[in-house]
C-alpha cells in the first residue's frame, strides 16, 4: 500500500511543469523562494542554469562511463581510474572475473553505489543495481543531462588512502572555466563533512551542507597540477565542479558535476553564497534562454 501510494505520488509530480516544481523544491529545501528573474546567489542562478542552459546535450559529460572519453581527449587517460566492466544487467556479473575489491557505479544517476571489499556480489544488491538502473534519475531533481544517457552498470578499481583511512574528495569549483575554490568531502567522526579552501589552501570559515571541521587536510603536493587540470576540464561551461581523488600523489578524475546538491546548497553565512553566485556571469547568456 506504501509504495504504490509513493508510486502515485511520483508520477503525479512528473506532470508538474519544471519551473514550478523546482519553486517547490527549492523553497522546502532552503526556506525561501526561488528567484529566476534577477537571479543573485548561487543556488537560484544554478536553478537558472538547469532551466535555460545546462540541457540534454551534456549528458556525454554526466554520463559516468562517456565522460572518460572527453577526460581522455582533454588531458589524458592517465588520470582515469581503472574499469573492470561495463554491464546492462547486474546478474552478467561474474564475480571471477573482476578483482577482490571494487564499486559499482550507475552511469545515469547519483548515489547509485555499492562498496565491495568481499568480491562477493549477492543477489539482493544484484537486484538493488537493476532497481537503480530502471530508475527515471533526470525526474528526481529536473536535471536533464540525465535524461538522455543509456543505463549502465559500470566497475571500477575501488581508490582506497591509508593516509587519512578514508577516501578525501577533491571538488573544484569553476566559473566560467577558471577554479575559484576547493571543497573536501570526508567523515569526522562517523559523520559527513567538507572544508573549503581557497586556490593557496587558506581554509574558508563556510559551512556548506554539512558543518566544516577539523581534520587536518594536508594540502596536496600536485594542487597546482590539480588546477591546471580542472581549468581545461572546465573550460567550455559557465559552471562546473570537476572531481578528483589525490592518492599516493597521482590525481584520479571523479566527475564533473553541473548542479552541486542539485542548486539546493545550504550555504553559510548567505554573503558568501551570494558571493559565489557572483561568479556566474548570466548577463553573458541574454537574449538564450531559449
Not at 2 to 26: N, Q, T, V
Request: one cysteine or more; charged letters at 30%; glycine letters at 4%.
Amino acid at each position: 500500500m506504501k509504495k504504490s501510494i509513493l508510486s502515485i505520488a511520483r508520477f503525479i509530480s512528473r506532470m508538474i511543469p519544471d519551473k514550478l516544481y523546482l519553486k517547490i523544491i527549492f523553497r522546502h529545501r532552503l526556506k525561501r523562494k526561488l528567484n529566476l528573474k534577477n537571479p543573485k546567489y548561487f543556488n537560484d542562478k544554478i536553478q537558472w542554469l538547469k532551466l535555460f542552459k545546462v540541457k540534454e546535450e551534456y549528458s556525454i559529460y554526466t554520463d559516468k562511463y562517456l565522460v572518460r572519453t572527453y577526460v581522455e581527449n582533454t588531458i589524458g587517460s592517465e588520470y582515469l581510474n581503472e574499469i573492470y566492466g561495463v554491464y546492462d544487467n547486474a546478474f552478467s556479473i561474474n564475480d571471477k572475473d573482476i578483482p577482490y575489491n571494487y564499486i559499482i557505479k550507475l552511469t545515469h544517476g547519483s548515489d547509485f553505489n555499492i562498496v565491495k571489499k568481499d568480491g562477493s556480489l549477492n543477489n539482493q544488491e544484484r537486484k538493488k543495481v537493476n532497481r537503480w538502473k530502471n530508475k527515471k534519475f533526470h525526474y528526481k531533481n529536473r536535471e536533464m543531462v540525465y535524461k538522455n544517457i543509456k543505463p549502465k552498470i559500470l566497475i571500477e578499481r575501488l581508490i582506497e588512502d591509508s593516509k587519512y583511512n578514508q577516501i578525501i574528495d577533491y571538488k573544484i569549483h569553476c566559473f566560467h572555466g577558471k577554479p575559484h575554490i576547493i571543497q573536501t568531502n570526508y567523515e569526522f567522526d562517523g559523520k559527513p563533512s567538507r572544508n573549503i579552501y581557497d586556490l593557496k589552501w587558506n581554509k574558508i570559515d563556510v559551512v556548506w551542507s554539512y558543518e566544516n571541521k577539523q581534520l587536518k587536510i594536508e594540502k596536496p603536493k600536485k594542487l597546482n597540477k590539480m588546477l591546471e587540470l580542472a581549468t581545461k576540464l572546465s573550460s567550455p561551461f559557465i559552471y562546473s565542479r570537476i572531481d578528483f581523488y589525490y592518492i599516493n600523489d597521482k590525481i584520479i578524475f571523479g566527475e564533473i558535476t553541473f548542479f552541486p546538491a542539485s542548486g539546493t546548497v545550504l550555504i553559510k553565512p548567505v554573503d558568501y553564497e551570494e558571493y559565489l553566485g557572483s561568479l556566474i556571469k548570466l548577463d553573458l547568456l541574454k537574449g538564450k534562454e531559449n
